[in-house]
């Protein structure tokens, strides 16, 4: 099998100036890694969040993966989404493969709201390889008064 790397501007950038260091100078800019593939290639299972006073909602993009390959956890206001892909043969028996950049493995994603979600309101629906998630804010209880004898 061949491999052919992609061509990328920053790697072009960070090897044709030996002198400067920008790897280093970019290092705090670096994106989550979370997904590994077979050939050292990085893939991130990216998410939207948002709130209304009732309830966060998340949007996470994980493309060609059945929901029972899912795992959804939550932890107080932590966040545990793990996904397995899996891909079959991609070729036949008579060809040979010349690239690939198909993936497959286990891939996961752990983040935390500012308020506790209440476990047993959430709500997730898997359609389209997008995970959509309600996760209820969990009731803090009122402040009261006491009155002291």
């Given amino acids: 099998m ?7 501007q920053l790697r072009t950038l960070l090897h044709s100036h030996p002198n400067v260091d920008v790897e280093a ?23 939207d969040l948002s709130e209304d006073g009732d309830a966060y909602y998340v949007k ?14 939550i932890d107080g206001n932590t966040i545990h989404v793990a996904a397995e892909i899996k891909h079959g043969p991609a070729i ?7 690239y690939s950049e198909r993936f497959c493995g286990l891939a996961s994603r752990t983040f935390s709201v500012p308020e506790f979600v209440d476990e ?3 709500a997730a629906h898997y ?13 803090q209880g009122q402040t009261r008064k006491i009155a002291i004898d």
Avoid at 92 to 98: C, D, L, P, S
């Fill in 2 to 8: 061949s491999y052919l790397p992609r061509w990328s």
């Fill in 25 to 47: 100078y970019l290092r705090g800019f670096e994106p989550r890694i979370v997904w590994a593939g077979h050939n050292g290639e990085t893939f991130d299972i990216r998410l």
């Fill in 60 to 73: 996470a993009d994980i493309p060609g993966v059945d929901r029972n390959d899912i795992d959804l956890r």
């Fill in 92 to 98: 036949g028996k008579n060809e040979k493969e010349i």
């Fill in 120 to 122: 047993v309101k959430v």
């Fill in 127 to 139: 359609e389209n390889g997008v995970l959509m998630l309600t996760l209820p804010k969990k009731s």
